[in-house]
C-alpha cells in the first residue's frame, strides 16, 4: 500500500510476476478503471469497451511474468506497458 492507502500497481505487478495470484487480482482490480478509461477514448460503445478492457485485463494477466521489472526484458506489449508506465 502507498502512503494514501491505495495499492502500488508495480509492486502488485512484481509479486504478480512471482506467481502471486491474490497480488494478480488486485492489480487487475486496480487497474480495470483506468484500462477502461483509456480504451473508452477509442470505442465510443460502452459495450465494446468493456470487452476490449476484458481483452486487457486477460492480456495482463496472462503475460505478467514475460516482460517487465522483474525479468529484465523491456515492456515491449502496450497492455503491459499502459500498466507499468499509465501510457
Same mark, same amino acid.
Given at each position: 500500500?502507498?502512503? $494514501?492507502?491505495?495499492?502500488?500497481?508495480?509492486?502488485?505487478?512484481?509479486?504478480?510476476?512471482?506467481?502471486?495470484?491474490? $497480488?494478480?487480482?488486485?492489480?487487475?482490480?486496480?487497474? &480495470?478503471?483506468?484500462?477502461?478509461? &483509456?480504451?473508452?477514448?477509442?470505442?465510443?460503445?460502452? &459495450?465494446? $469497451?468493456?470487452?476490449?478492457? &476484458?481483452?486487457?485485463?486477460?492480456?495482463? $494477466?496472462?503475460?505478467?511474468?514475460?516482460?517487465?521489472?522483474?525479468?529484465?526484458?523491456?515492456?515491449?506489449?502496450?497492455?503491459?506497458?499502459?500498466?507499468?508506465?499509465?501510457?
Amino acid at each position: 500500500m502507498t502512503e $494514501a492507502g491505495t495499492a502500488d500497481p508495480e509492486a502488485l505487478a512484481r509479486r504478480a510476476a512471482d506467481g502471486d495470484n491474490a $497480488a494478480l487480482e488486485e492489480l487487475l482490480r486496480l487497474i &480495470q478503471p483506468r484500462v477502461l478509461r &483509456q480504451v473508452s477514448r477509442f470505442l465510443p460503445y460502452r &459495450q465494446d $469497451a468493456e470487452e476490449a478492457t &476484458q481483452d486487457v485485463l486477460l492480456k495482463v $494477466a496472462t503475460r505478467i511474468g514475460t516482460s517487465g521489472p522483474n525479468t529484465g526484458r523491456p515492456i515491449s506489449d502496450p497492455a503491459l506497458s499502459m500498466v507499468f508506465h499509465g501510457e
